[in-house]
């Protein structure tokens, strides 16, 4: 790719147009990676420009992950250069009832979060294990360890994503290639408004820092570490999951994600 310098290393960021992703993205200049970066919507001019301004050179693709064509798209942009980091955070929520909302929405949901992840993950990781070189990053979510009432859909590929890291991590031993799931929590992003969960009482509480949220999962990611859950709450949530029955942790998770439970 003429734009990129050859002598740098690549990172290819998705879900970088805002919140964990856009910060993720920052991180990789700051270490001095060129980026591609990908989103379907938000200001993906704008975080590319404040990329280059710390010096990397940026790709940006409009594209829908959710499809192949999205995919294929990401793909003619990395144009074939070795990719040493790839973080795989595209991927949004869907509020409500399951049975409320249109089923072409939860099946956006998959589509973007497990299918087209996993499509990119097996296209660049096989070229990651073939040079037995790379990291892999995965914003899973502490919510793929509770049953998600009125977020049903999203927690449960959440479930499959945080699942799926372990195990391609096993897999991919002694290549070279590293595997770290990111297990954030609630995230001051647009995650709540595009998943029309605004007046849901988790929405209305304080939540984390994008950028420490990243900041976690790159150094872990750095540091070879099988995940990070982001936050001491978050981890206190982890650990509680472990030991409560699901019945109880989906009455919970329906005390939170209810539509019109905000705290006012």
Not at 169 to 178: M, P
Not at 217 to 241: E, R, S, Y
Request: hydrophobic share 40%; glycine share 10%.
């Amino acid at each position: 790719m003429a734009s990129l310098h050859p002598e740098r290393p690549l990172a290819v960021v998705t879900g970088a147009s805002s919140g964990i992703g856009r910060e993720l993205a920052r991180l990789a200049a700051q270490d001095g990676h060129d980026l591609v970066i990908a989103a379907d919507q938000g200001p993906l001019d704008q975080a590319a420009a404040a990329l280059r301004a710390l010096g990397a050179s940026v790709e940006a693709v409009e594209a829908d992950l959710s499809t192949s064509f999205g995919v294929d798209k990401l793909m003619l942009a990395i144009d074939g250069r070795p990719v040493d980091v790839l973080v795989a955070n595209a991927g949004h929520g869907l509020g409500h009832g399951f049975l409320d909302k249109p089923f072409s929405q939860a099946k956006h949901v998959v589509d973007t979060n497990v299918t087209g992840t996993l499509d990119l993950l097996h296209r660049v990781g096989k070229r990651m294990r073939q040079r037995g070189r790379g990291r892999i990053l995965i914003t899973g979510s502490i919510a793929g360890l509770m049953p998600g009432s009125f977020q049903a859909v999203y927690n449960g590929t959440k479930a499959f994503i945080d699942s799926f890291s372990f195990a391609l991590r096993n897999e991919l031993k002694d290549t070279g290639v590293s595997v770290t799931c990111l297990m954030p929590g609630a995230t001051e992003t647009h995650f709540f408004e595009r998943a029309d969960m605004l007046d849901t009482q988790v929405a209305s509480e304080e939540k984390a820092s994008p950028a420490e949220v990243a900041e976690d999962g790159w150094h872990a990611m750095k540091d070879g570490q099988d995940h990070v859950v982001a936050g001491w709450k978050n981890k206190v949530t982890a650990a509680m999951t472990h030991v409560v029955p699901d019945r109880m942790l989906a009455e919970q998770h329906r005390q939170m994600a209810e539509p019109g439970s905000a705290r006012h």
